[in-house]
């Protein structure tokens, strides 16, 4: 029988970890970019985009993701578009995250008082020069620590990859588990290296948070 060393336990569980945090980026970032428009379409005045884009959010924040890591894995292969573990959990994820970063992000234009989307119409700003020259710089500086806060909401989410069969932290873990039978330590690993990995965002979204909240005093 194959003696595993605390450190042979460590090492494999950081190199998957590598694969958590590639998926949260990608998750993150694309997430970003799907989010931004969608936000975009919901500001915009044609009723039928505010209508799709609310159905699409509310489809994503009710469900559980679970339920949509497994449409986009068995889902498109009954669609006959087979996909890997990875691609289906960067489409899930991604499709989550743009769903909860367009919200946070709608709620922070809709904090901007009303009073500059008047003040910038009287400068005779059309529609897309009011976001960008008055609207946004101000969302902007309230978005940045809840946009920063759902990161850890993002990479606490990879671990539901591991029902796929995508070996990242959770699922390494597991297989880990069953080569060592030495749950509690392995698991105990795995929790520590998501708090390193979650703990520091956290502060920099509150050291961020009262950062922007003094500069607005």
């Known amino acids: ?16 970890a590598r694969w958590t945090v590639g998926l949260s980026l990608i998750a993150f970032i694309g997430g970003g970019f799907v989010g931004f428009a969608l936000l975009i379409a919901r500001l915009t005045p044609s009723r039928s985009a505010r209508r799709l884009v609310s159905l699409y959010v509310q489809l994503f924040q009710g469900t559980p993701l679970l339920i949509q890591l497994f449409l986009a ?3 498109l292969a009954l669609l006959g578009i087979q996909t890997s573990p990875w691609t289906a959990a960067a489409l899930a994820l991604t499709a989550y995250t743009s769903a909860f970063l367009s ?13 500059q989307w008047e ?3 009287s400068l005779a700003l059309n529609f897309w020069e009011q976001l960008r020259h008055v ?9 940045v620590p809840p946009t920063v806060g759902f990161l850890v909401q993002v990479i606490k989410g990879t671990a539901l990859a591991s029902v796929i069969g995508f070996v990242e932290l959770t699922k390494a873990g597991g297989m880990i588990t069953n080569a060592t039978f030495r749950p509690f330590t392995v698991y105990a690993l795995v929790a520590l290296i998501y708090f390193a990995l979650c703990y520091p965002i956290s502060l920099t979204a509150r050291a961020l948070e009262r950062t922007l909240h003094a500069a607005h005093r």
């Not at 042979?8 to 998957?16: E, K, Q, T, Y």
């Not at 919200?103 to 922070?108: A, D, M, Q, R, S």
């Not at 609207?135 to 978005?143: G, S």
């Open 1 to 16: 029988m194959v003696e595993f060393t605390l450190w042979d336990i460590l090492r494999n569980l950081l190199l998957a």
């Open 73 to 75: 894995y068995f889902g």
């Open 103 to 115: 919200e946070i992000w709608f709620g922070c234009v809709a904090s901007v008082p009303r009073g």
């Open 119 to 121: 003040a910038a119409r």
């Open 135 to 143: 609207i946004l710089p101000q969302a902007l500086t309230i978005a």
